[in-house]
Nanobody, 128 residues
Framework: QVQLVESGGGLVQAGGSLRLSCAAS????????LGWFRQAPGKGRELVAA????????YYADAVKGRFTITRDAAKSMVFLQMVNLKPEDTAVYYC?????????????????????WGQGTQVTVSS
């Protein structure tokens, strides 16, 4: 498994921006996928964005396309989620996740079960 430590959550007004960071350690990442899930109050967890480590393919939830951008810094073993034009419905706990593989089918990146490591989560609250 991988150790994941998130930072960068907080309270922001609607229309504002935040940048989440995740430091990863414990496994070579050349064939891995890293990403972000979120869980809003009373709802299940959903993939927000994912990125493959070596080829930098990216996957996004429809609700965040055009507003969120996932990137990674290979040298520092970090992954970032830049969030702009935040909306109250983006309020959730955001979890950094890691998978030990890349997948042939895009749908597999959206499944919780595809990821074997989870961070503790960081709260993002967007006020209206």
């Amino acid at each position: 498994q991988v150790q994941l430590v998130e930072s960068g959550g907080g309270l922001v007004q609607a229309g504002g921006s935040l940048r989440l960071s995740c430091a990863a350690s414990g496994r070579a990442f050349a064939t891995n996928t890293l990403g972000w899930f979120r869980q809003a109050p009373g709802k299940g967890r959903e993939l927000v964005a994912a990125i493959t480590w070596s080829s930098t393919r990216t996957y996004y939830a429809d609700a965040v396309k055009g507003r969120f951008t996932i990137t990674r810094d290979a040298a520092k073993s970090m992954v970032f989620l830049q969030m702009v034009n935040l909306k109250p419905e983006d309020t959730a706990v955001y979890y950094c996740v890691a998978a030990p593989a890349t997948y042939y089918y895009a749908q597999d990146y959206y499944k919780e079960t595809s990821y074997d490591s989870w961070g503790q989560g960081t709260q993002v609250t967007v006020s209206s």
